[in-house]
């Protein structure tokens, strides 16, 4: 191994273990929400902590980094992939049932995909558009229109789905 040690040192691994736990459950839902595949979340959450582990030293702001790396993973997989889900085989939050999760995640689908990262992260995880316009590498101005468009695309998809059931 040399001067340089392959395996971790008891900080990073310290750091790698409290950013997975503060921060893997929301953003595997997130990512679920995203790309509508529990693999892909998988996947992307996976990775892009490995990845801010490799870039530890170099990383200003892990949490905004990390959030970054797994959707840029999830991207690439969708664009991989041509395999939508028809059903979420994780359990819907409390108060939702599976059926309006599926619509959500079909309606996410059928935004932008920057109108879709950022109404995940504002409506989802409660970043302001400072904060997304940051992880995004956006404006603040642009994020609002984009929000504004996406919620409104959004509530007309969810509510054409609701009228032909």
């Known amino acids: 191994m040399g001067a340089r040690e392959a395996t971790l040192t008891e900080p990073q691994h310290l750091w790698a273990e409290d950013a997975f736990r503060a ?11 995203y790309s509508g595949s ?23 702001e892990p949490q905004a980094w990390i959030w970054t790396a797994a959707f840029r993973i999830a991207a690439g997989e969708m664009t991989r992939r041509s395999d939508r889900v028809e059903s979420v085989d994780v359990p819907a939050p409390d108060g939702v049932d599976s059926a309006s999760l ?20 504002r409506y989802y995880m409660g970043y302001s558009n400072v904060e997304i316009a ?25 509510s054409e789905e609701m009228e032909s059931r």
């Open 23 to 33: 921060m893997a459950p929301r953003l595997w839902r997130a990512i679920l929400l």
């Open 134 to 158: 940051r992880i995004l590498g956006s404006t603040p101005s642009s994020i609002g229109v984009q929000l504004f468009r996406s919620a409104r695309r959004l509530r007309d998809l969810l």
């Open 38 to 60: 529990a693999e892909v979340a998988n996947d992307a959450v996976s990775e892009a902590f490995t990845q801010a582990m490799a870039s530890r030293r170099e990383i200003r």
């Open 102 to 121: 599926i619509d959500l995640i079909q309606a996410l689908g059928q935004v932008s995909e920057m109108q879709r990262r950022a109404l995940i992260l």
